[in-house]
């Protein structure tokens, strides 16, 4: 805030409204608790690493021909049916959101180990919801 308010360009009125604008900002209660809520972790040198060639999978092509009309996707009235479009036009992560994520071993206690135990935690709490059922 000091290089702000050294600045001989602008009008002390303004510098002065910013920087007070700007420590608003940053002590705000949203700020603050998003600050909290936020964690910084090392980079992980081996997450880093791309994937070999052989772990990539071929990239799935749509089941529908392009300008095939999608039954049941336009539900408002006096609306165009819906067209497929070719393959190309949509976003590459469209492809990939039904595969299930693999996390990288970065050893005990880390982001694979982690999700494996939340994993199995939801499944006994599902097991044991039914069986309290009946």
Not at 59 to 88: F, H, M, R, W
Not at 95 to 123: C, F, I, M, S, Y
Request: charged fraction near 25%; include cysteine.
């Amino acid at each position: 805030m000091s290089v702000m308010s050294n600045s001989p360009q602008l009008p002390v009125s303004f510098v002065t409204r910013c920087d007070v604008s700007l420590m608003a900002f940053v002590f705000h209660r949203s700020c603050i608790a998003l600050a909290r809520r936020t964690r910084a972790y090392a980079s992980n040198a081996a997450a880093a690493k791309p994937l070999p060639q052989a772990a990539r999978k071929a990239i799935p092509q749509s089941s529908c021909q392009a300008d095939t009309v999608i039954e049941g996707v336009n539900y408002l009235k006096d609306q165009p049916p819906v067209l497929a479009l070719p393959d190309e036009e949509y976003p590459s992560w469209l492809w990939t959101v039904l595969q299930e994520r693999v996390w990288p071993d970065d050893g005990p206690g880390g982001r694979a180990e982690r999700a494996q135990r939340r994993k199995e935690n939801r499944r006994r709490i599902q097991d044991a919801n039914f069986m309290s059922t009946q």
